[in-house]
């Protein structure tokens, strides 16, 4: 790839990385994922690193990182983490797809509890969500998916609905910890929300120790405050004592 150069002003914008050391940043990500804004917000901020994403409905992008072919990726967790730095991002709500006509169609959301006597595809045995899909709207049986992912594809002859008692997958970004770098850290950075004007911060931070109180200026001759003490009523005898109360007389 042929060198780029960039004015002093052209690093500063670009996030304080030098020119000398761009490349292209490869991005995987699973489908349902929409990395278009994060993709636009690098191109305005680092156009002279080049952006590639590619979506992965088959090899988890995890193991696109840890065999070099990806620099980071956007996974569902659960994943083996040996090796790889993580960052939750959001969570996932699940739906039902069943095919057009089910009776399910009628409610807007629906409780796995209830589908027991239906007959619920294992996704990955069918080779994905999308040939899942296509055998769902064959009549053949439901699956339940992350609703993004139903939506991104979208397949005719399908209805959705969601699954109140099924558990939410969550989405992270995940990168191998040993290329962290910052290149890494300003994608980092940009995924979370950071603008180009705020400072780079690490994508761990530390604990930050408690400052020691300040010592007491006025001297050790200065006179202390009494401390305050709550104020206790006593009850009124009389409070209460209508005209039938008994009165000491005079002795």
Same mark, same amino acid.
């Given at each position: 790839?042929?060198?780029t ?17 761009p ?14 804004? =994060?993709?636009?917000? =690098? ?7 080049p952006?590639?994403?590619q979506?992965?409905?088959g090899?988890?992008?995890?193991e ?19 090796? %790889?730095?993580?960052?939750? %991002?959001y969570?996932e709500q ?19 509890a ?13 080779g994905?969500?999308?040939?899942a ?7 053949a ?12 594809f979208n ?5 959705? *609905? ?6 939410v997958?969550?989405i992270?970004?995940? =990168?191998?910890?040993?290329?962290t ?9 940009i995924? *979370? ?5 705020s ?16 010592p007491d200026?006025?001297g050790?001759?200065a ?6 003490v709550?104020?206790?009523?006593a ?8 005209k ?8």
């Amino acid at each position: 790839m042929p060198s780029t150069t960039s004015s002093p002003d052209d690093a500063v914008s670009a996030g304080d990385i030098p020119a000398e050391a761009p490349r292209e940043l490869r991005i995987a990500y699973v489908p349902g994922v929409t990395p278009g804004k =994060w993709i636009r917000r =690098w191109e305005e901020r680092m156009p002279h690193i080049p952006l590639h994403a590619q979506m992965h409905d088959g090899v988890t992008p995890a193991e696109e990182v840890r065999g070099g072919s990806a620099d980071m990726a956007f996974v569902r967790l659960p994943i083996v983490r040996d090796g %790889l730095s993580v960052i939750p %991002l959001y969570e996932e709500q699940a739906v039902v797809v069943a095919p057009k006509g089910h009776e399910i169609s009628v409610f807007e959301e629906v409780a796995l509890a209830d589908l027991d006597q239906e007959s619920l595809l294992d996704v990955a045995a069918l080779g994905g969500p999308e040939p899942a899909l296509q055998v769902v709207a064959s009549g053949a049986g439901l699956v339940v998916l992350p609703m993004s992912v139903a939506r991104h594809f979208n397949v005719k002859d399908t209805v959705a *609905r969601r699954a109140t008692d099924a558990p939410v997958t969550e989405i992270a970004l995940v =990168w191998a910890t040993e290329s962290t770098d910052e290149v890494l850290e300003e994608f980092i950075g940009i995924v *979370r929300g950071r603008t180009a004007q705020s400072s780079r911060q690490p994508s761990a931070q530390p604990v930050k120790e408690k400052k020691a109180p300040k010592p007491d200026r006025r001297g050790s001759g200065a006179k202390k405050a009494a401390p305050k003490v709550a104020q206790r009523y006593a009850p009124n005898p009389d409070k209460g004592r209508g005209k039938g109360s008994r009165k000491k007389g005079k002795r």
